[in-house]
């Protein structure tokens, strides 16, 4: 089972793990594997499999909903507590629950060890065709909330700082210019979806995707993100979503978007993350009809 630390995982090859993506407060999801080819390489898939990890046929260890690091009534007035608390306890447990119902319909999961949410859209090709469509969803929908509650602060607003800044101004312009372009497109997105600013080849891009899909479905590392689905919003602004993305550049943490930006540049630098494929499954998982 992935997820939970056992003894069998004492054969499996030591990869570098530093900490990319920590929307999950979840230690057990947070760890981010760079795959280390030279010690994979030298390991066959059947040493591999005496590791024990080579099959899976118990039931999938599960995610779990993340705590928040605040109160739900923390960011009065500009998103309301009642909304707060359904998206967490609600809407961001059922993508929670319906992620580990797909995973425990999949016979054997083209990985090993204990990736992270974050490593699995990453990696979403690799996962079976008839499965995919539903960990890009469900999986979409937890590792987005997850970044989510962490760029969100009472103590937020104002503009970021330091390196952050000046990419925004040498990508946008300016601050205000980046500002603008984020709420149009959040604006003009039709349907549920989220805005993004994303670490794509060295640039800060914006744009949005419909539903849950993640940025990093497509290898590009999202540093801030809102939600625009009506359940973000739609008690405290029925029907009106600019208002709400107005109200959203006050409770932005720029802290913690900067540190996911400084880790978004190391992650390019380190050539990307990939969970340790186990290539002996996925030749069975992407052969399954
Ligand atoms: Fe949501």
Redesign the pocket.
């Known amino acids: 089972m992935f997820g939970e630390a056992t003894n069998d995982h004492a054969d499996e090859p030591k990869t570098i793990i530093e900490t990319a993506f920590s929307g999950a407060r979840d230690a057990r999801h947070r760890s981010f594997s760079v795959y280390d080819g030279e010690n994979m390489d030298r390991q066959s898939p059947q040493v591999r499999a005496s590791s024990g990890l080579q099959s899976r046929k118990e039931p999938m260890s599960t995610y779990s909903l993340p705590d928040l690091s605040y109160g739900y009534n923390t960011l009065e007035p500009f998103i309301d507590a009642r909304t707060m608390e359904l ?1 967490h306890i609600q ?2 447990r059922r993508y929670i629950d319906q992620l580990n119902a797909a995973l425990g319909t999949i016979g054997s999961l083209p990985w090993v060890g204990e990736p992270s949410i974050e490593d699995v859209l990453w990696n979403i090709g690799k996962i079976s065709e008839d499965s995919r469509n539903a960990v890009r969803n469900y999986g979409g ?1 937890h590792a ?2 997850s970044l ?1 509650w962490t760029i969100l602060s009472k103590d937020g607003g104002g503009k970021p700082s330091g390196r952050l800044a000046a990419a925004i101004t040498e990508e946008f312009g300016s601050f205000s210019a980046f500002r603008e372009r984020f709420s149009r497109v959040a604006n003009a997105h039709l349907g549920s979806g989220w805005a993004w600013l994303v670490r794509a080849r060295d640039r800060l891009v914006v744009y949005s995707l419909p539903n ?1 899909d993640s940025p990093l479905t497509a290898e590009e590392v999202p540093i801030l993100g809102l ?1 625009l ?1 009506e ?2 919003y739609y008690l405290r602004y029925p029907a009106s979503r600019a208002d709400y993305v107005e109200a959203f550049w006050n409770v932005v943490n720029w802290a913690e978007v900067s540190r996911r930006f400084e880790e978004a540049k190391r992650h390019r630098a380190g050539h990307g993350t990939a969970f340790t494929l186990d290539t002996a499954t996925l030749d069975t998982a992407t052969s399954t009809p």
């Open positions: 998206h809407h961001h929908g987005n909330h989510y849950e939600d689905w359940h973000a």
